[in-house]
């Protein structure tokens, strides 16, 4: 009964201790069934927004990135998470006390372990940057008009999660005992009889790195890194330009041996579809087909010969996010071939930092048409004689014979009539 009691007694106090911690899966923002995965992407994102070397104005932020860093270290590790979603804080601590791991590291060294290079951003001294990595993703003038948030894949290289980034199957590096831990070994030189040099050469045995493994890493094969598809969630924000270059900060290529650069991703918009199609237009829309200058868009309109003199015709063209432009004329008001007209306010969104919000209210470009008369091949002749006629009784009432205005000889001039007047 007293053994019970203490039993009891035990778990009570192990249980109030979890209460008055912060709860780890609050900590990083995922419920108790988050995966692995999700657990390292919220660690990812947490720990980068809270990096001391990015708030170094706000004292909590350092708490806070620790806070995070012990979160992810006990959730990372399926025996710690389950010793935890057990005991809570107070079974993790007696398992760190009993010599079962799971505490006492260094936040800045879990973060370098998990980025790459060391546990701070920015070009600290002695520490190496990786290159930067440039994408470009192709994107429709749709989703350029009306912002979007979608996802691309790239083939990013990530540091073995298998070894932690050492190369090893057992995950123990040891010291390189051909350099002594140097990454140079010191070789001598017989330069002729009785003369001898010493050269510094990177050593061959370790590739310079003053580790060495016993056993490769199958995942890696002691390459301590991998290649994998990377999924990126890109959000393209109503407006922007073509070309617009996003940076995700220290998100290209990792490896232990550096800090990752910044992945560069440019947005391209995509060639015009030459045929509407589901693929292409799936709205059916007009807009899929207008031409982008700036904050402008562009559009041929093709109109008969008898719209173009008579007027009386209507178009209703389907913008881009599906509202409807109206373009029309009365009867009686002539187009001239190739008039531009300008549609106000029917143009791209200008991109602004706060978007459409209390903050700003989003202004647009113009839409400038382009009208295109399409004349008859031929006529019929009933036809044909009927608008001879026609136009013969305007023009003797106020025709204009413009090759009498313009001043042009009456007859063509040849080379050697020129010569005899001379």
């Given amino acids: 009964m007293r053994l019970l009691k203490t039993v009891l007694l035990s778990l009570l106090t192990l249980a109030q201790v979890a209460l008055c911690a912060e709860d780890y899966y609050k900590v990083l923002g995922v419920d108790k069934q988050a995966s692995e995965r999700q657990i390292k992407s919220a660690y990812r994102q947490l720990s980068k927004k809270y990096h001391p ?173 991998v290649r994998k598809a990377t999924t990126v969630s890109l959000t ?76 009386d015709w209507t178009r209703n063209l389907t913008h881009l996010d599906g509202h409807v432009v109206r373009l029309s004329r009365p009867r009686g008001q002539v187009i001239q071939p190739h008039h531009v007209e300008t549609v106000v306010g029917e143009g791209m969104p200008k991109w602004h930092e706060d978007g459409d919000s209390v903050y700003h209210k989003t202004e647009y470009g113009n839409l400038f048409v382009e009208y295109v008369v399409v004349l008859p091949d031929q006529m019929e002749s009933g036809m044909e004689k009927e608008l001879w006629a026609l136009f013969e009784k305007w023009r003797a009432k106020k025709g204009v014979d413009l090759h009498e205005d313009s001043g042009r000889p009456e007859k063509p001039v040849m080379r050697d009539q020129e010569h005899d007047e001379l």
Avoid at 123 to 136: T, Y
Avoid at 274 to 290: A, I, M, T
């Fill in 236 to 311: 393209i924000q109503r407006g922007m330009a073509d070309g617009t270059r996003i940076a995700y900060e220290n998100e290209a290529d990792a490896s232990p041996d550096y800090v990752a650069g910044d992945l560069i991703v440019t947005l391209l918009e995509k060639e015009h579809p030459d045929l509407e199609s589901e693929e292409d237009n799936p709205d059916r829309v007009d807009g899929v087909f207008f031409r982008r200058a700036g904050d402008d868009l562009l559009w041929r309109e093709v109109l008969s010969l008898r719209e173009a003199l008579l007027g």
């Fill in 53 to 225: 070397d990015k708030n170094p104005n706000d004292p909590s932020a350092h708490d806070k990135f620790v806070q995070v860093s012990e979160a992810y270290e006990a959730l990372s590790d399926a025996e710690s998470r389950q010793i935890y979603d057990q005991y809570g804080h107070e079974g993790l601590k007696q398992r760190q006390q009993q010599g079962g791991g799971g505490g006492g590291h260094d936040p800045f060294d879990l973060f370098g372990r998990f980025f790459g290079g060391g546990g701070h951003f920015g070009n600290q001294p002695g520490q190496r940057r990786g290159h930067n990595v440039e994408v470009k993703v192709p994107i429709s003038l749709r989703d350029f008009y009306n912002g979007r948030t979608t996802e691309f894949q790239w083939n990013k290289q990530e540091i073995c999660e298998v070894c932690e980034g050492t190369g090893a199957a057992d995950r123990v590096v040891h010291t390189c005992q051909a350099c002594a831990g140097r990454g140079v070994r010191t070789v001598r030189q017989q330069l002729a009889p009785g003369m001898v040099t010493q050269v510094q050469m990177q050593c061959d045995a370790c590739g310079g790195r003053g580790k060495a493994i016993k056993h490769r890493c199958s995942a890696c094969g002691g390459e301590r890194v």
